[in-house]
């Protein structure tokens, strides 16, 4: 395209009327420009019927420099600012699909299988978050279920009886069989089809059988350990578990030092059934408590005492501590190596009481596991700088501190900070200052009257101040707020303040409309608030193939 000036791109127009028949005419400002997508000769094409040959002239006509506001001009700046902005959203649309969601999905994203799928492949969860059609559609859970097991909890009821949905989810989850059905729990057979595709399911069952625990165990051999005691003393089914475990045993006895070395090197808990003889060899329990320290409990009490030993079972396990000898838990080296591991469970109750009193093994143990407070002694419970390295490393361990502390605002802040659940070991004199309460608000502690004195409900300065800041700080299970005002205050702060809402309100279209608008949280899933949402947040963008198209 070239640009004429106007002289010349008028005389081209003149001369194109003069040789056309029947051409349109056009009522053009002689201030616009016009360009040209084709040279003003003519364009012939086929009528593929008749052969007629037909003339086509094209012009464009470049308004930008004109001074008038035609009909056409002004549609065409309405036109660009609606795909500018749409494209703007369209941009939104995929950075907001990018997030990840804990509490709830947005509306544009609940009812959109691929992100839920998308979500739960990423982060593990989802589908209790999804739309109740997506729970209820069965070729989207058996996806959902192949991927993360356990998503099948928030599926729709009815797939707890489907069987090739429960096996989907157990084949890589086998916690995932305590939500199926009783009947399902009750089918033998299919129990049996369960345990060969994933032998730890036998630790979600009851009443074992020997056939259910063989195939288990065939499927994955540690799935032994779930076996009740009866099973494992019985030295004949022993016999034929290791027939496929260990081929090369032809008897199998607990009393045999060879066998049993062999397979307390693979089984170490099996220590528990050997005889006494082998219960005081050193070889043998060496062997088992390097493969399962607690099998130390099972050593003779010459060996529970052998220094070698007990820093090899906490070694590998450091649970075995409370399995060591009184000895043992009194010594400072032993006790130091073992609280200083990462743990999820309390090792100071195994200790000696004077070692409970020892700032530095007690500092040890709550900087790794802030629950070991517990067990500290009550002076040290009162200890400042014990108390701050616990909460820094779990604030509801606060339940642990003096009566003196849980009253110190600062040490409270500390504890929040690290977890607001920690606020309900609070001393309920501390919560009696309003001004203190807003601070914990804004530290954004939830759900605030579960413990605060419900008497602030009634200031409506303070209950407005506080929605603006942490609508959760007062919303919450103990307090459903039919204020409307105070309510779109919150819904403004956080759209799943909703739900907190009196049932009255949760249909108010006010705040549900402010709701959506603030961060697309709705109570239940509908098309007309998925169109209201784009409409407002993505500026109605045609996404095309990307569009949720499992809305329809």
Sequence with gaps: MFKRDH???????????????????????????????????SMTCMDEKNDDKHHVHLILLDFSNSSSKSPVQKEMVHLQKKF????????????????????FLPVEFMNDPEFVLNHI???????????????????????????????????????????????????????????????????????????????????????????????????????????????LKDTKFMSTVFRFIFPELETFDYSNKECMIQVVQKFGYLLEFASDELKNDREVVQNAVMNYGSSIQFASDTLQHDRELAFLAIKEYYGAFKYLSEEFKNDKDI????????????????????????KEVVLEAVTHYGSDLEHASKALQNDRQVVFATLKQNGESLAYASNMLKGDPT???EAVQQNRSALKFASRILLQDKHFVMSLIQHGCENIFEFAPKKLVKDKKFMLTAVQQNCFGVLGADYSCPDKELMLNAVKNDGSSLFFATEELQTDPDLVLEALKCNGFVLEYSDELYQERMKYCYCDAYLGAMSNSYRN
Excluded: M
């Design 411 to 413: 040490i409270v802040l």
């Design 121 to 231: 492949k990423k982060y593990e969860y989802g589908l209790e978050l999804a739309s109740t059609p997506l729970k209820q559609d069965r070729e989207f859970v058996l996806k959902v279920v192949q991927h993360k097991g356990s998503e099948i909890e928030f599926a729709d009821e009815t797939f707890l009886s489907d069987k090739e949905v429960v096996l989907a989810a157990v084949k890589n989850e086998s916690l995932a069989f305590e939500h199926a059905s009783e009947e399902l729990l009750d089918d033998h057979e299919f129990v049996l089809q369960l345990v060969r595709q994933n032998g730890e399911v036998l630790q979600c069952l009851d009443d074992l059988e020997e056939d259910i625990i063989l195939e288990a165990v065939k499927q994955k051999e540690q799935a032994l350990q779930y076996a009740s005691s009866d099973f």
């Design 7 to 41: 002289d010349h791109t008028q005389a081209s127009i003149n001369n194109l009327d003069n040789n056309t028949e029947n051409q349109e005419e056009f009522d053009v400002s002689p201030k616009i420009k016009k360009q040209k997508l084709v040279q003003p000769t």
């Design 84 to 103: 500018s902005l749409q494209q703007e959203g369209k941009k939104k649309w995929l950075l907001n699909r990018a997030l990840k969601y804990e509490e």
């Design 335 to 358: 006790v130091l190596q073992v609280v200083k591991q990462p743990r999820n469970k309390s090792i100071l109750q195994h200790a000696s009481q004077d070692l409970r009193n020892d």
